[in-house]
C-alpha cells in the first residue's frame, strides 16, 4: 500500500466514523473532524472524499430541507459503509499498535544505545 | 429530495450573499463544474450547494474560500469532477433529441421564408432531394457538435485566470471566427453536394408549416419536461 493510499483509508475512516455517529453535512462533518484535532484535513479534501465514499455507495447523501430553511445534504452510512468501516477500523488496529511500540520506545531505546 | 431546478434557484439566491473575492472563487468554479455537460446535473448541482453553504458558513468567520478549498481552484474542481458520477444515457437521449428536432425547426423555417422570395424572382421552386438533405442535414449537426465542444472548451480556459479581458476578447473573437466558418462551410456544401436518390416537387408553404411544426414540438416539450 503506497502512502497516499494509506492516507486514503485513514481519511475515509475518520469521514465514514463521524457520519456513523448522526448523520450530518458538509460543514458540521468539517467542524467535527477539526475538533478531534484533525487539522489537516481541510474543506478542500472533504468534498472530493465525500463524492468519492458515495460513489463507492458507503454513504448515502440525501438534500433535505433544514430548519432554519435551506436545504442541507446530509449523509448517512449505508449497511456497506458499516462493513467498510469495521474493516478499516480492524485494519487500523493492526497497523496502529506495531507502529506506536515502535515509535513510542524509540526515545528510551536510543538513550539507552548511547549510554552503552 | 430537492430538484436540480430548485437547486439552481437557491444558488442564485444566495451567491449575491458571497463576498466579491469569494464570488470570483466561487463563481468560475460554478461555471466550470456546469459546463461539464457529460456530468450528472443532479449531482452536480448538489455539490456546487454543499461549497456554497460551506463558504457562506466560513465567511461568517473571516475565512477566504482560498483558506478553505486552497489556492489552486482548478485543481480543486478537476478534483470534484473526477468524482462526480456520469449522467445516465436515458437523460441525454431526450435532451440531445430536443436539440436536433430545434436545428431542423429552424433550418426548415429559413429555407421556408425564403421560398416565396424565389418565387417572387418567378424562378421554379428546385425539387426536394431527400438523401441530399438529410446529409446536408447530418453535416452541419456534426459541425455545431464540434463548434459546442469548442466553445465549451474556450469557455473553460477563460475561467481561472486573472486577465478576464484580454481572455473575453480571445473568446468572442473565437466564436466570430467560427460563426464564419459555419456560413462558408454550408453555402459550399449546398452548392457542391451532388443531387442524389429520389426527387420531388412540393407546395412552397411545406418546409415552413413543417419548420413552426418542429419549433412547436421543440416548445412544447421543453415546458412539458419543467413540470
Redesign the interface.
Known sequence: MSRSQLLKGILDGCVLAVIEKEPV???IL?KKLQETGLLDI???TL??VL??LQ?NGWIR?????SDTG????YYELTETGKAALDEITAEWQQISEPVNLLLKGRNSDGIRETAN | MVSAKQLIEENNRKREELTPENEKYYGDLLIYIRLQLTLSEQQSEEVLMELLDHLLEGQKENKTAEEMFGGDPKAFADEIIRQLPKEEKRNMIPFITRIVIMLAGIQLVINGIGLPLWIHFQKPIPDFYPVTAAINFCISLLYIAFAMWYVLLSLKKTLFSGDTKRNNIIFYLKIYLGVCLFLAISILTDKFMPKIGPSFSYPWWLPLISGVLCLGIYYLWGKAAKT
Not at chain 1, 61 to 65: A, L, S, V
Request: net charge positive; proline share 14%; charged share 35%.
Open positions: 453535512y458538509g460543514y468539517s481541510s474543506e478542500g468534498y472530493p463524492l468519492r460513489k447523501g440525501e438534500m433535505r430541507p435551506p436545504s442541507r445534504k
